[in-house]
Each structure stands twice: as C-alpha cells, then as structure tokens.
C-alpha cells in the first residue's frame, strides 16, 4: 500500500479509537458509583454524604413499612458480605442473608425511597439500592433493585412430617 | 429410573464427544478417512443421545417427580403442563443442558451436508463442536447435574446426591416450588431458547474459521458455507434479545425495556461483534479484503457467546438476573481463556496467509465504510465490557467495588449508536474503489434534503413543545440521523423498483416485488436497516421524552399527565383459577375531554407470597401510556396509589423490531433462481450500487 493512504487510514481508526477511549473515560468518571456493603457504607458515612454510592443488604422484612399515599418505602437492610467467596463458604446466598437477618448484632442501614413498592420486596431479598446517604444517618435510595429469586442457592425442601 | 436413565445416556454421549474430538485428530493428522468418518458418526450419534438425555428430564419435569433435585426447583404441582415443559430452561442445570442438546443437533445437521468439496475442514468442524458440547456436558456432569436426587440420611438430614449416601433412604418432597411467576411470561418462555439458539449457532461459522486456520484454506470458502448459519443464529439472537426487552417493559413494572444489567450486556455483546461480523464477511467475499478482520470478529463471538454464557451462570457480577454462584465459574473462565488463546495462536500463524487481494484507497469507499462500521462495533463492544468488567477491576485494584449505572452506557455508547445509523444511511450509496465527497455527495443529496426537511421540521415542534427537555439537542440529532438512513434507504428502494418497472414495463410494486426476491440479500439488509431506524426513532421518544407520575387517588379522582386525564373508578379483588389473589383496578383515559377507553392496571399476589404488577396499558402509534396499580400491604378499595409513564413513541421500537425480524427473514432465505442477465435495469442517476 502507498505510503499516503495508509497513513491517512492508521489517522483515522487512531483517531476513532481515541474517541472511544474519550467516551469511555469521561462517561466513567461522570457515572461511577462506590458499590459497598452496609459495613462500609456505615464506616464511610460520613465522607460519602451527598454522594451517589450503590449499597446491597439483606432486607429485614419486619422493618418494611409503607405509605401508599406519599408513596414513602422505608425499610432497614442488614449486612452481608461482598465476597462471594466468601458466601461459598458460609453455605450459600439464600443461608447468608438469612443470617445477616436474624442476628442482631450485624451493622443496619436505613433505607428510604420513594416509589412504587417492587413485587420481589420481601424479608431476606437482596436489595440493591444506588442513591446518596443522608447526613440524618438514613441512605435516600433513588434506584431499588431486588435480586431475581428462583436463582438462589439450592434450596433443599423441608422434611416432610 | 429416568434419572438414572437420563444420567446414563449423559454419560455416554460424553464419552461419545471425547471420542469424536481423538478421533478427528487421529485421522486429520494420520491422513485417515475412516477414523474422520468414524468421527462424524459419534458425533451425529450424540443428538439422539442427548434427546433421549432430554427426554428424561422432560418427563421428570411433567410427571412431577419430586425425589429429583432440579424438578423440584423449577416445577410444583399447579403449574399448567406448558409451563413444566419449558421449566427444562428455568434453572442452572437444565438450561445447561438445552445448550448441549441445541449444540448436538446443529453440530448433526452440519455433518448432514454435502462434503465433497470441503472434506479438509470436517475433522476440525468435528473437533469445534465437540469440544464445546464436551465442555457444557462436563458441567453437567460434575458441577450441575439435573439428574440428582434427595436422600434422607440417618439424621433426618435431606441430602441432594447422585449416589445414595451412607445409610439413607431416597426423599420424595410432597410438592416443589415452581418457577418464579415473572417468569410466567410468554417473552420470557420463548427468550431463553431463543438466546440459546443464537449463541450455539454462532458455533458453527466458528468451527468453520478454525478449520480454515488449521488447514490453510483461508480463502473466503469457509465464509460462504457459513453465511446462512451465521444470518440465522444473527436472528435468533435479535429475537431472543428483542423478547427479553418486551418481557421486561410488560411485566417489571418500570416502564422501561432495557437496563444495562450486566446479564442482558452479556447476551448484547456476541450480537455486536456477530453483526459487525455479518457485514465484513461481505467485504471479503467481494474483494478479499477485511479478512483477518472477519476472523477476529468471529472468533471474539464465540468467545463472547461462552463468556455470556458465562455471566448468567457464574454470579461473578451482582446483577438483578444473576444465577446463584455455583463452582463452575472458574471452569467457564478457563474454557474461555483457552479456546480464546488457541484461537489468536491459530490466528496468529495464519497472519500471512490472510492478506488483501486489493488495496483500500479511499476512506469513502465502500471497503472503508465497513471498515469504520467495524470499528464503530467495536467501540461499543469495549464500552460495554469495560462497563461490566470495571467492577470486578476496581475491586482488585482499590479494594472496594465500583460499579457504573445507565449513565455510564448512554452517554459512552450514545454517540456510537448515532455514528452507525448515519452509517447505515451513507454506506449503500458508497461505491467501491475510489471514492470522493463529489462522489458520495452525488448519490446522496435527493434523500438528504428531504431528511433535512423533516428534521427542520422535528425540530421546529421540539423547540415549540419541549424546550425544557434536557436530552433536547441530543434528541434533534438522533431524529436528524433518523430521517437520512431512513429517507436513503426507502430511496433506494424506489429507485431500483423504478427503474426496473420502466424496463421491464411492470407495475412498481410488483417490481420492488420481484427486485428483492432476486437479491434477498440487500433488499433483506435494507429492509433490516429500516426496523432498525423505526426502532431507533421509538428508543429516542421513550429514553428521552418519558414522563411519569404517581399519585394517591380515592375513586372518582384523577391523574393528569401529558394531556391525558386517568380517572380511577372502581377496584375489585378475586381470587384467580391458578390460586393468586388478584387485585384490579379500572381507570377511564381522557383526553380533552375526550374519552379514550379504560385500562385496567393489576396487583397479583402468588400464593407463594410472590407479588407481580401488572400495567394497564394505552398504546398507540404516537404514545404509550402506562398505569401501574401500586402495591401495597392491606386493602383499601377506597383509595389507591397509582403511578403513570407516559412514553412517547415506543410502539415504534416494537414495530420496527417486526420489521427487522422480517428483514432478516428475507435475506436468510434462499435465492431465488436469478433472472437472465440481459434484463438487469440500471440506473440512470447517480451512482450504481455495488455490483453483485
């Protein structure tokens, strides 16, 4: 190939790829969000008030309460680990949020939304929530997702009688 | 005794692939025809096997048979029997085992051809598919097998095992527990198969590529017997992704289609490389060039379709639709990293074998616009695994997880996606060879100006009625590119059916008839760029004109939004034939005052206390208007919450996915017998597109 139209296509995919890196970097720095566990997110409260950070916790279904009229979801998510390895070893997902909830010494968040109520909310649902801690102590939630529950860990069935 | 039996044939059509792979290898490198032959036969031996493999667990799953493991997760007794069968799909260990069977049968039909004129690429073809039905079956066999049964131990323990433990009894469970009722969704029966389909027959064109690297035939050969494998598995991908977003949009409840989840970017990103694959394997059959391109992209597809696999089994990334972890991520990541290190050595010694018949010498011709839809595919390919692998690089490198949202992918891929629907309008006028703006600006400049006016016209009633939107000068140049791909393409339609009606005296529908039946491909292509545009206009209504609201409302009053009044008026709640608890809203529509119809937006209660919300839902050509009935603990028929999306042209994303879908049908079908040359029109104006 001449010299001249190679160099004018190395120009132009060079010039395409820098776009690219350019979207990639700037749209990362515009949207990342911290994903913590309610550990951390209690340590670091009060650095990350007012920033947008993305939290997961096992959700105490006692402390579900809902306003239909304001549309207000309050409710407090218990802590469990991030480390998937982790779960491995502690018998699973479904075992390990099962955990987080009944033990009452595990770290707590309080957790406000407002909106319509997801079908999959219920006690020890893994709830994925992005939005700002608040300086009062309770994390603004704006985005609440709840893990898909058929693929949780191998439930084995309760004896029968 | 099934599951003894479906376990047994698991087991020997295991072996049977091990066979195929040695087999296939002895008599390539041994230059024996009998041991390639013997190779073929144990591999097309494998389909039956696997249906018979199949056949167990499907009877299992509608017989009810509690005692095994899988059954009992995916199925319970109320479950209607079309429900049971495509529960095979519902959970890890079936699912797994539908990709084997899929990948035995296409791998049987493939063997099924005439080989005579590629007998050199039938071990490695062999060898391909093997490995990969191997490599899903041994998952079965070791890590998620769909055959286990329970047993209770002497402890009163239950126990999953596929041989009985020490001194136990097997265990029946009285009822299992069913398949989640989200998945209980048309879309969502048919999404799955259809992913599936996709990913295993993007096999094929693969093991074709490897056979071509291995035995030197690196001529477009390979290309050619896989063009229709690759359109094909290209459809049921789009399908299958197409359904994914429908189900989410009708049964989520957050009217919305697509959520940038890590699984649904996973079963995207084959579908990237795989369409950018598509269009540059037509570059090298026309003029040799682009080819170790079209290797790489075909081999990045397959990788991409395991590491998609991958994604939804492994829960190596937090994802709403994540599989719970299981031992068999770290198998998936090795399979990946060696078939994909395999494949570049492959590559890699082939380098010199894959050069250029011809020479690329100007950026607008049409060589070099595939070349930049190539390179625009890309960019999007690594936006996308960036966004999903950056959680898991954060992690390692600072300690804690950083995870982008939807922000991240529009903004980043947004641009992209523009580029490529302008593309989709420039490239079919290009020529090939050389090319200059004189050239390009000649063919272009009819549809253009009418696109100009419609987008002055867009643009005109945005800034009259939507000033205050945001995403308002992205939107006017979305509908800007919109208009010129779809103002060149029907302009090329015109054009060809013109011209030949007035050479062949035909009337003009019948010619436009008769044109794309002769070339299937390129009118199928243009046709699928038309879905695409439709869909792209119906992405651009309802990502950037969405509006919503919620209210509270006692019955008589109302909510307003975007011109609509929804008056609520009365609620009822009954107990359904399947066992939930429904409860249903009815509202009445307005629209200056004048009355559209009721929606009757509902609040499902499983009685496995799984909720489901269920919009009522005005759609029409211009508009969606969504109504959620809200949910809440405790009945109060006398007020109600309610939130309302309205979503403005999003009937066309659906539209033009059927567009597309049929596009796609006509450029997979076979060729027509083609007519005498003598009678081929030509074009007076502009530039002639690419000869055929």
């Known amino acids: 190939m001449s010299p001249s139209p190679r160099i004018k296509f190395v120009l132009g995919g060079l010039l395409i790829l820098a776009a690219v890196v350019y979207l990639i970097f700037s749209s990362t720095q515009a949207s990342a969000q911290y994903f913590l566990t309610v550990d951390e997110l209690n340590d670091k409260a009060s650095s990350m008030v007012g920033r947008d950070v993305r939290v997961s916790g096992a959700i105490v279904g006692d402390s579900i309460t809902y306003d239909p009229n304001t549309l207000e979801l ?52 893994q709830a994925i929530m992005t939005g700002k801690m608040g300086a009062d102590g309770v994390f603004h939630a704006d985005e609440l997702l709840l893990k898909c529950p058929t693929k949780y860990e191998q439930a084995v069935p309760e004896q029968a009688q | 005794m099934f599951a003894n039996f479906g376990y047994g044939t698991l087991v020997l059509t295991f072996i049977l692939a091990l066979y195929s792979i040695f087999a296939s290898l002895f008599g390539y490198f041994r230059k024996n025809q009998q041991w390639v032959e013997s190779a073929r036969l144990s591999m097309q031996l494998t389909f039956p096997l696997l249906s018979l493999t199949s056949a167990s667990l499907i009877y299992l799953l509608v017989t009810g048979d509690f005692n095994v493991k899988f059954v009992y997760e995916v199925t319970n007794r109320a479950m209607p029997l079309y429900l049971k069968l495509t529960s095979w799909w519902g959970g890890q260990a079936g699912s797994l085992l539908f990709w084997s069977w899929l990948m035995s049968a296409f791998a049987t039909a493939v063997t099924l051809r005439k080989w005579d004129r590629d007998r050199e690429f039938l071990p490695w073809v062999v060898i391909v598919s093997s490995v990969t039905m191997a490599f899903f079956m041994g ?71 490897i056979a071509a690297l291995v035995t030197g035939r690196t001529d477009d050969r390979w290309i050619r017997i896989t063009r229709r494998w690759a359109l094909w598995a290209w459809l049921f991908l789009s399908l299958g992704l197409v359904l994914g977003g429908r189900w989410a949009y009708d049964v989520l409840g957050w009217g919305g289609y697509w959520g940038w989840d890590p699984v649904e970017i996973a079963a995207f990103m084959p579908w990237l490389s795989g369409t950018a694959f598509l269009h540059s394997v037509m570059i090298q059959e026309k003029r040799g060039l682009l080819k170790h391109w079209n290797m790489i992209l075909i081999v990045l597809t397959y990788a991409l379709v395991i590491f998609g696999t991958f994604l939804t089994r492994s829960g190596v990334l937090s994802s709403v639709h994540a599989f719970a972890q299981s031992a068999i991520g770290p198998s998936f990541f090795t399979f990946i990293g060696v078939t994909f290190v395999v494949s570049i050595a492959l590559l890699l010694w082939r380098w010199a074998d894959l050069k250029s018949e011809a020479q690329m010498t100007s950026m607008l011709s049409r060589e070099a616009l595939f070349l930049l839809n190539n390179l625009l595919f890309m960019g999007i390919l690594v936006v996308c695994f960036w966004g999903v692998i950056f959680p898991l690089l954060s992690e390692l490198v600072t300690g804690s997880k950083v995870t982008v949202g939807p922000p991240f992918y529009e903004r980043a891929t947004g641009p992209l996606f523009a580029a490529l629907v302008l593309l989709m309008g420039i490239a079919p006028l290009s020529a090939w060879g ?42 006017i140049i979305g509908f800007g590119v919109v208009f010129v791909t779809a103002c060149v393409t029907l302009y090329e339609f015109w054009r060809a059916a013109r011209a030949r009606s007035r050479a062949q005296k035909e009337n003009f529908f019948l010619a436009l008839w008769r044109l794309a039946g002769r070339n299937r491909r390129r009118y199928g292509g243009y046709t699928i760029h038309l879905g695409v545009v439709l869909m792209a206009l119906g992405i651009i209504g309802i990502e950037m004109f969405q509006t919503e609201t919620q209210r509270t409302m006692k019955i008589g009053e109302s909510i307003e939004i975007a011109g609509y ?51 009522g839902v005005r759609s029409t050509i211009q508009d969606d208007l969504y109504v959620l009935l809200v949910n809440w603990e405790g009945v109060n028929s006398q007020v109600a919450p309610f939130k309302v999306y309205h979503n403005p042209l999003v009937n066309w994303l659906w539209l033009g996915a059927i567009i597309f879908i049929f596009g796609t049908l006509v450029a997979a079908w076979p060729e027509a017998d083609p007519e005498p040359v003598a009678l081929r029109p030509r074009s007076a104006a502009a530039q002639p597109s690419a000869a055929d």
């Open chain 2, 139 to 209: 998952l079965n066999l070791f890590f998620e097998n769909p055959f286990e049964t329970f047993w209770q131990t002497f402890d009163g323990k239950i126990v999953p095992a596929l041989i009985a433990p020490a001194r136990s009894i097997p265990f029946t469970a009285p009822d299992g527990q069913g398949l989640n009722p989200l998945l209980r969704h048309p879309g969502m029966i048919i999404h799955p198969p259809m992913l599936y389909l996709g990913f295993v027959s993007f096999v094929i064109p693969f093991a074709f590529a």
């Open chain 1, 74 to 125: 309050k409710f407090t998510v218990a802590h469990v680990t991030g480390d998937n390895a982790e779960i491995e070893t502690l018998g699973g997902l479904a075992a390990v949020l099962h955990q987080a909830v009944i033990d009452p010494s595990r770290g707590r968040l309080q957790v406000v939304y407002v909106g319509v109520k997801p079908d999959l909310m219920r006690n020890e649902a």
């Open chain 2, 565 to 615: 009044t929804i008056r609520y008026d009365s609620l009822a709640q009954f107990e359904h034939t399947d066992g939930r608890w429904v409860t249903r809203a009815e509202v009445s529509v307005f629209r200056g005052g004048e009355f559209l119809g009721t929606l009757a937006p509902r609040y499902d209660m499983y009685p496995d206390g799984q909720p489901m919300t269920i919009p």
């Open chain 2, 434 to 475: 050389h090319s200059t703006w004189k050239t390009l600006g000649r063919a272009i400049w009819k549809p253009l100006t009418v696109a100009l006016l419609f987008t002055a016209a867009a643009t005109t009633y945005l800034l009259l009625n939507h000033a205050n939107n945001e995403y308002l000068i992205y939107s």
